[in-house]
Each structure stands twice: as structure tokens, then as C-alpha cells.
């Protein structure tokens, strides 16, 4: 458990919304080993991440500008770029679970904020939430993490993304 864990508790118990937020994960989310590791390491083992769908976002590129302490190194967010898409998988999430998935992805640090991508599904266009690194914490300087693209490599084969996405990955972190 740590100091995020309470503000997180609490606001799950202020919501009174009975629905559900539309969640496309592109990172480390989608190594669901490392997330359930991480789900236990702070105190979260009621909550389990939904099977989802593999997903496209199209008109966005991954761009490594997040200098992590935590992974030695620089970790993806993602970035407008015409001609180009990110594959992932779509989760939906109960409205009262989603303070858990702002923390898993950094928005209680202040190291991502939310925006809204239009994501493909068997063809089927929907509007979910990502997340991408805070325009304030923006940094290109510095080496990219290898652990962490290993670990995005991991859950990207896991998640069943298509191996030429999976196989892009490495020179996307050049």
C-alpha cells in the first residue's frame, strides 16, 4: 500500500455512477503478470482487470517521453501523428474502479492526464479514455528504459496484439 492508496478509496466512494468508462490501454498495462504484481503491491487485490479486446488507435504514434525513475528510463505515451496508429486493448471499467486505473497510470503523481481517442474493434469505431504523459513532465532527454520495452514487448504478445505492430516496437523506441 501506498500514500496514493487513500485518496484512491476515497474517491471510488464518492461515485454513485452505476456505469462503466471505455479504457484503451497502449503500455505496460497490457503486461497483465506486472499488473496484477502491481494491483497486490498496493492493496488492490479485490480489483481485476477485465479481459478486453485487442484494439487500434489510428492518428497516434507511441513517443517514449516520460522519464521514469521507477523503470531506469524513458516510457511510452503517445503522440498525434497522421498515418500512423497504436495497437492495445480496450477494457471496459466499472465507473467506481476507475480511481484505481488513474492510478495505475499516473494520474494522482501528476504523470499522465486523460484525453479521448476513437479506437477500432473488429471494425467497430468507439470513443475510450487514455492515457498520455502531462505536457509539464514531457521529456525527450535521457536513455529509453530497456526493462520497460521488454515489458511492453511482454504484454504486447500476451494481449494478442498483431506481430507486426509487436515486431515495430523496438525501432519505435529509436
Known sequence: MDAHYGKVMQARDQIKDTG??????YSGVLDREAFE??????????FTLPEGQVAEAKGVDLIFDFPSRWWGGRV????????????????EIPAKEWPIIQHKEGVVT?????TTLRVL?????FEATAFVTSPNRRSLDGPISERYLEALIR??????????YIASLPAKAR
Request: glycine fraction near 12%; charge should be negative; charged fraction near 20%.
Open 76 to 91: 511510452a505515451g503517445l503522440t498525434m501523428k497522421d498515418d500512423s496508429s497504436v495497437f492495445g486493448r480496450l477494457f
Open 37 to 46: 504484481i502491481w494491483a497486490e503491491e498496493h492493496s488492490y487485490q479485490f
Open 121 to 125: 474493434v473488429n471494425g467497430q469505431e
Open 155 to 164: 504484454g504486447a504478445r500476451a494481449s494478442g496484439l498483431p506481430a507486426e
Open 20 to 25: 462503466s468508462k471505455l479504457y484503451f490501454a
Open 110 to 114: 501528476g504523470m499522465s492526464v486523460e
